[in-house]
């Protein structure tokens, strides 16, 4: 695990290449497995410890080397290791015309915790899905040390 600012593009992504394709399985799965690295490290230093992932996406998965069992099996990863006392991991479709119904079959097959289509906010779709992932977090926060994840939030 890396935090952000320990990230060198130029040497930790020498072959990073932008193509138009989404590896949408292994991002997922990454980043799940990412916040179970680091709430380990946390756990380690006596830190009682909530995720939450967002996933936003424009497309369906069309590059990725694992597939929705390995991110439905990183999800109960967390749940035998511990490390977590809860995760939320909510999957966003953005200009998803074409894929929602798609999107919608991984996060019930992966066994994500929500599904949020983007056509489901108003005008104002930016400041909508940043009060929606502020709430989510802020929630995500509030419900440690009750055992369980926050409430799904709904528009």
């Known amino acids: 695990f890396k935090t952000l600012r320990q990230i060198n593009p130029q040497k930790d992504y ?23 690295a680091y709430a380990k490290i946390l756990m380690d230093h006596d830190f009682d ?17 694992f597939g929705r069992p390995d991110v439905a099996q990183a999800i109960q990863r967390i749940k035998q290791d511990e490390f977590l006392e809860s995760l939320l991991v909510i999957l966003i479709g953005v200009n998803a015309d074409e894929c929602s119904n798609w999107l919608n079959e991984f996060h019930k097959e992966a066994g994500l915790s929500q599904y949020v289509d983007i056509r489901d906010f108003d005008a104002s779709k930016g400041a909508k899905l940043a009060e929606f992932i502020s709430k989510s977090t802020s929630a995500q926060s509030q419900s440690l040390g009750t055992g369980g994840a926050s409430e799904i939030l709904t528009f």
């Open 14 to 36: 020498t072959s990073f290449r932008c193509d138009g394709m989404t590896a949408l399985y292994d991002a997922t799965k990454e980043s799940i497995s990412a916040t179970n």
């Open 49 to 65: 410890v909530n995720g939450i992932v967002f996933i936003i996406t424009d497309g369906m998965d069309n590059r990725s080397r």
